[in-house]
C-alpha cells in the first residue's frame, strides 16, 4: 500500500482541470496528509466502498490537521457508521426517478427544469442525497441533448433552466457554451441558473473565459454556491464573486443543514455574514434529505425549527436562508418555518 498517487503540489498556477483530477481519492492518503488517527482508516475504507472518497486540495487545504471534528472534514471523511441500514433513510429519497422524464431532464417545478449534466463532481460530500444516483444511465451524449432541447422548446411554460448534476461546472466550458448557445435559442426561456459547488472546493474554476460565456449570454443569470459552513469561504470566494459580478450573475448560496457541521446559531450567524461580505445571498437550508448512508447527519425538525428561530432573531431578513425541505409530490419546497 505504498503506491499513493503523486500529490500535485499546490500553487496558484495549478489549473482547475488539474485540480480537478488530481483529488484525493485513498482513505490511506487523506489520513496521513490530514495528521489523522489510523483508527479511522478501516472506517473510511468500508464508508468509501459504497460511496467513493473524494477531496480536491484547495478544500483539503481548508481542512485543520489532527482535527476529526474539523467541519470541513465531517463533510468528506467516510466512516464506518455509513454502512449500516437504518430505516427511512433510501437510495432515491426524493423520488427523482419518477420525474425523470427523458434522460439527463428533471421537470418537477413549474416554469424550472433541472437539467443533469454530469456526474461527476469535484468533491463527494457525504450526506450528498444523490449518492446513489443512477448517473450512468443519465448521461446526456448528443441525441439525448436534442431530446432535451424538443422537449424545452414544446413547453412555452418553462422560463428557467437550471443547470445541476453532479456538478455543472465539472464540465469543460466549450461543453458549457455550446449548450447554452443551444438553449439562447429557444425563446421563451429567461433564465439559467447553474448549481455548483465547485467555485467553493475549487475556486480556480472561475476563469475570465467562463466569465465572458456568461457575459456574451442572453439570459438572466443565477449562480447558486453550496458552501455549508464559514471555513469554506475566504477571500479567494469574494474574489471569484466579483468576477461573476462582472457578468451580473446574482450569486446565492444553498447548505444543508448537518449535525456536527453546522448545527448551531453562531455558526450559522457567522455563515451568513461571511456569505454577505463575499458578495452572496444565503438562499436555501436545507434538512437532510434521508439518503442511505447519512443518518449520522440528521437533526430533527423541532431542533432545526429551534435553531432557526435564534437564527432568525439575530439577523437581518435579507441574510436569512429559508429552512426547507424536499418532499416528493410537491410543487415547491416545503418550508419549515413560519
Ligand atoms: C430544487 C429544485 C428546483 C429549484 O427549486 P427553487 O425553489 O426554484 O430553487 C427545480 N427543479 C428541481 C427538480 C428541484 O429539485
Ligand atoms: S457537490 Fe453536490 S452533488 Fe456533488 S457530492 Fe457534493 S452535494 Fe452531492
Known amino acids: 500500500m505504498n503506491s499513493f498517487p503523486k500529490v500535485l503540489q499546490i ?13 484525493i481519492n485513498d482513505p490511506q492518503q487523506l489520513i496521513d496528509l490530514l495528521e489523522l488517527p489510523q483508527d479511522f482508516l478501516q472506517g473510511a475504507i468500508n464508508g468509501a466502498r459504497e460511496f467513493a472518497l473524494k477531496v480536491p486540495q484547495p478544500y483539503l487545504s481548508k481542512i485543520k490537521k489532527g482535527d476529526i471534528n474539523d467541519p470541513l472534514l465531517r463533510q468528506v471523511l467516510p466512516i464506518n457508521t455509513e454502512t449500516e441500514q437504518v430505516s427511512g433513510y433510501i437510495t432515491d429519497p426524493l423520488a427523482e426517478m419518477d420525474a425523470n422524464h427523458h434522460d439527463g431532464l428533471i421537470h418537477k417545478y ?14 463527494n460530500c457525504r450526506y450528498c ?20 432541447l424538443d422537449y424545452l422548446k414544446s413547453d412555452p411554460s418553462i422560463s428557467e433552466v437550471i443547470l445541476s448534476g453532479g456538478d455543472p461546472l465539472a464540465t469543460s466550458d466549450e461543453r458549457l457554451e455550446k449548450m447554452i448557445t443551444d438553449l439562447e435559442r429557444i425563446p421563451h426561456l429567461k433564465r439559467l441558473r447553474i448549481h455548483t459547488r465547485l467555485p467553493v472546493v475549487i475556486p480556480q474554476r472561475i476563469t475570465p473565459n467562463f466569465v465572458s460565456i456568461l457575459q456574451r449570454s442572453r439570459f438572466d443569470n443565477v449562480m447558486v454556491l453550496h458552501a455549508n459552513h464559514p471555513n469554506e469561504i475566504d477571500h479567494q470566494t469574494s474574489e471569484l464573486v466579483t468576477q461573476l459580478k462582472t457578468a451580473n450573475v446574482t450569486v446565492l448560496n444553498q447548505s444543508v443543514l ?14 451568513s455574514e461571511k456569505l454577505f461580505h463575499s458578495g452572496i445571498l444565503p438562499y436555501y437550508l436545507f434538512t437532510l434529505d434521508p439518503v442511505k448512508g447519512a443518518h449520522h447527519f440528521n437533526i430533527s ?37 413560519k
Open 11 to 23: 500553487d496558484n498556477n495549478a489549473s482547475w482541470q488539474q485540480l480537478l483530477s488530481h483529488t
Open 110 to 123: 413549474t416554469g424550472r427544469v433541472l437539467i443533469i449534466m454530469t456526474g461527476a463532481c469535484a468533491i
Open 129 to 148: 442525497f444523490r449518492r446513489h444516483f443512477p448517473y450512468q444511465e443519465n448521461r446526456l451524449g448528443p441525441e439525448q441533448w436534442q431530446q432535451v
Open 258 to 271: 448537518l449535525k456536527g457541521v453546522n448545527d448551531s446559531v453562531e455558526t450559522l450567524q457567522y455563515l
Open 301 to 337: 425538525d423541532e431542533h432545526a425549527i429551534e435553531i432557526f428561530s435564534k437564527l432568525q432573531a439575530l439577523l437581518p431578513g435579507y441574510l436569512l436562508p429559508k429552512l426547507a425541505r424536499e418532499i416528493p409530490d410537491r410543487p415547491s419546497k416545503t418550508l419549515l418555518h
